[in-house]
């Protein structure tokens, strides 16, 4: 199954997510406040602006069905959010789970919180600061859209991650070219689903069981 027009992507929304009329007029808030705000700051491609709930929404949402299987309870930390995507259409869909947004922008942090705040999302933290200087914390489920290259990703990152955090990263038409470029040296169990948005870009989907050992070091 593919979302490909906004129609379509409303749709998938009420029947597949299921999601009640109070969520769905959040999202519809966040789409307004999206409009207004890239006039003031390029917040996501102009080109994309026909299309938020397909490019942005949906494309974020999918997240919690694509991997076709139950998402562990718990913490969500959304890496380099931006605009608010994954993250902030994670937290709206899911209001009993805490979710961080993490973006190095003043910027766009001051949007995250005041979107959060608009929408009364209060199970979400945003906090301005580049990933590699986060207070190491243990997160169930990991999400990074369009953020870094697959293994600079997980270099920065595995500390928040556990053989139990579930780890979700859009990557586009790239993901299995990233994926069988990643390093042998990493143990994990990533393979790569089709979005629902675009049939030739790939979700990374899976668990990270180890880390690198330093070189020289054996295993
Ligand atoms: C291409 S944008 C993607 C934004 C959003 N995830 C999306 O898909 O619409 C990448 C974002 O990562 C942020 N970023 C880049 N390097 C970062 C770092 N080291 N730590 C935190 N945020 C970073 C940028 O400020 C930018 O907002």
Do not use: C
Not at 79 to 89: C, E, H, K, Q
Not at 101 to 110: E, G, H, M, P, Q
Not at 129 to 142: A, N
Request: hydrophobic residues 40%; without cysteine; aromatic residues 6%.
């Amino acid at each position: 199954m593919t979302v490909t027009t906004e129609a379509e992507a409303s749709d998938w929304l009420k029947t597949t997510l299921g999601i009640d009329p109070d969520v769905l007029s959040r999202l519809d808030q966040l789409a307004a406040l999206l409009l207004e705000e890239n006039a003031r700051q390029n917040l996501v491609a102009q080109g994309t602006l026909l299309h938020v709930w397909q490019r942005h929404i949906v494309d974020s949402a999918q997240l919690l069905h694509v991997p076709r299987k139950t998402l562990p309870g718990g913490e969500w930390l959304d890496l380099g959010t931006g605009a608010g995507f994954p993250g902030l259409v994670i937290a709206a869909l899911q209001p009993e789970r805490q979710v961080t947004v993490v973006d190095s922008r003043r910027l766009r942090t001051d949007w995250l919180s005041r979107a959060a705040s608009a929408l009364s999302l209060d199970n979400v933290r945003v906090i301005h600061g580049r990933v590699e200087e986060l207070e190491t914390q243990v997160y169930s489920v990991i999400s990074a859209r369009a953020f870094a290259p697959l293994e600079k990703l997980l270099t920065v990152s595995a500390r928040f991650s556990t053989p139990d955090t579930l780890w979700l990263l859009p990557k586009g038409a790239g993901a299995p070219h990233e994926l069988a470029m990643l390093s042998e040296s990493w143990r994990h169990t990533f393979h790569v689903e089709q979005s629902l948005t675009d049939p030739a870009a790939g979700i990374i989907v899976g668990s990270l069981l180890g880390t690198p050992r330093p070189k020289g070091t054996r295993r």
